[in-house]
């Protein structure tokens, strides 16, 4: 009878360990089952950010090689390259493509300089969204002059794609008119100055979009 005394205690200690044991596993089961869509969650949350990490770096690595080409190209023809304040993800590009006094036609002269700006942008960045500027000197009206420096634009962009293989949807044209004059003149008196003034020129965009 004291034998079994001393058993009955024994076996409830044994038992409540026992008890303790298996809420523990329970619990620990329980938390494990709770987390495993939360650690995967995290993993691909982890998994985008690398992503992104070797996105973002491509496109600096992008960024870098087309500036590196566009100034490769103002150093050969002249011209200048600068960022874009306005659109401030992009550059604004000034190459020496003119146009005669009352043209929209692009020179002769001016093909191999679009043929290296058109390669230069397909080489390091072919996804970059370019919009020609087309600008006139401000001999005639204000009105013609911003209806022959959009044909200027569109004259330029139509090379671009049809003779330098760009693609259409990836540039854009915009009309300045006589709004950005290089030389202050009438355009009659003088064409030759005023040639500076009737020019396209360039803006790259690696963001957003440009005009249409």
Excluded at 31 to 51: C, F, K, T, W
Aim: hydrophobic share 40%.
């Amino acid at each position: 009878m004291r034998q079994n005394r001393v058993w009955v205690p024994m076996v409830v200690v044994t038992l409540a360990f026992l008890s303790a044991g298996c809420m523990q596993l329970v619990r620990q089961w329980e938390l494990d089952r709770v987390m495993e869509p939360v650690n995967g969650q995290l993993a691909d949350h982890d998994a985008r950010i690398s992503a992104n990490a070797a996105a973002v770096e491509a496109l600096q690595g992008d960024i870098e090689e087309l500036r590196s080409g566009l100034d490769r190209l103002r150093q050969e023809f002249g011209g200048h390259v600068s960022d874009d304040d306005m659109h401030g993800a992009g550059l604004a590009v000034s190459l020496p493509v003119h146009f005669d006094f009352n043209s929209s036609e692009v020179r002769a002269v001016d093909r191999p300089i679009l043929d290296a700006f058109a390669a230069t942008i397909l080489g390091s960045f072919s996804q970059a969204r370019v919009t020609v500027e087309g600008s006139a000197d401000s001999a005639g009206s204000e009105a013609y002059n911003m209806r022959l420096s959009q044909e200027r634009a569109e004259s330029v962009k139509n090379y671009l794609v049809q003779t330098a293989g760009m693609n259409a949807d990836n540039i854009g044209v915009a009309a300045m008119g006589e709004s950005r004059l290089v030389n202050q003149n009438t355009g009659v008196e003088d064409r030759q100055t005023g040639i500076e003034n009737r020019r396209a020129t360039f803006v790259v965009e690696w963001a957003g979009s440009g005009s249409n």
